[in-house]
């Protein structure tokens, strides 16, 4: 969805009423965030909203992108957000060899999750498909990328083909790029 270097199109205040929404979303959405909030989005701070190429809104306090969205989509955390607080999100791993072409903007590949190194959850955490989740590669400790699970975790495990994820938010894209000022 970034592949490209993207520049941001009108910028706006968000309302206080919008912005209390945004939080309550925030939570609802990744209830591990919820002690982090204030430390996010401040409640007496002022959110801005950014549009984006290709119909995304980008959520940036003082300059600092937290979540985008594309259309109706859910709100999805920015890297830094996720690299901030690492263990407030799903996450899959992906192998070393699905990694250069992740980190390219290719489309993510049930092989490169249920290859040997790659990983799932266990049955007893599965994720749905449209949950927002991080991938992280074998061998290395930062996220690598974020978004949309076209097809349950349970399903990857039983196709082991087939897209995961269509588009998100990788290391080095047009997003992670993105220059607010």
């Not at 549009?51 to 940036?60: E, F, G, Q």
């Not at 007893?124 to 992280?136: C, K, S, T």
Request: hydrophobic share 40%.
């Amino acid at each position: 969805m970034f592949k490209k270097d993207i520049s941001a199109g009108a910028k706006s205040k968000v309302k206080s009423s919008v912005q209390r929404a945004i939080r309550t979303k925030v939570v609802e959405t990744y209830p591990l965030l919820a002690p982090h909030i204030d430390e996010i989005i401040p409640k007496k701070s002022q959110l801005d909203l950014l549009k984006l190429p290709d119909r995304v809104s980008l959520y940036a306090l003082e300059n600092e992108p937290l979540f985008w969205q594309h259309m109706d989509d859910p709100l999805i955390p920015h890297l830094r957000i996720v690299h901030a607080f690492p263990t407030c999100f799903p996450r899959i791993g992906i192998d070393r060899g699905a990694i250069r072409f992740v980190l390219s903007g290719a489309t993510l590949m049930a092989p490169g999750l249920t290859s040997t190194g790659g990983r799932l959850p266990e049955a007893d955490a599965q994720l749905q498909e449209g949950d927002v989740v991080v991938v992280e590669t074998e061998g290395k400790e930062e996220a690598c990328l974020v978004g949309q699970l076209r097809m349950g975790t349970e399903e990857i495990k039983v196709k082991k083909k087939g897209v995961v994820m269509d588009s998100g938010h990788y290391l080095g894209d047009g997003l992670w790029n993105l220059k607010i000022d």
